[in-house]
């Protein structure tokens, strides 16, 4: 079993940063791909960005591009979300997700076995 935290959400003006950690614990072995995904209110849950965790790899939905990276630090195992020039339309939960099975591509929320809790982020206009 994995269990994943997640931590650093926030309220921060539009043109604001913010850093989100994900801490993965009780396995060994480490994941596949780990990942980050949002839900904003009264919408589904959407992909935001992913890294392969042997190499790097790195991928992005088109509406983050160029302001948000995802980087890893495999000694911490721990994955986190830099976002900046954030807009109101970034105001969701974030959760942390996680792979092990290597079934799906990155972006797909059924490729992951666990997920995160969840991090409210708002972004104020």
Known sequence: QVQ??????????????????CAASGRTSSSYYMAW????????????????????STYYADSVKGRFTISRDNAKNTVYLQMNSLKPEDTAVYYCAADYTVIGGPELIPTYDYWGHGTQVTVSS
């Open 4 to 21: 994943l935290g997640e931590s650093g959400g926030g309220l921060v003006q539009a043109g604001g940063s913010l850093r989100l950690s």
């Open 37 to 56: 995904f949002r839900q904003a209110p009264g919408a589904e849950r959407e992909f935001v960005a992913a890294i392969r965790w042997s190499s790097g």
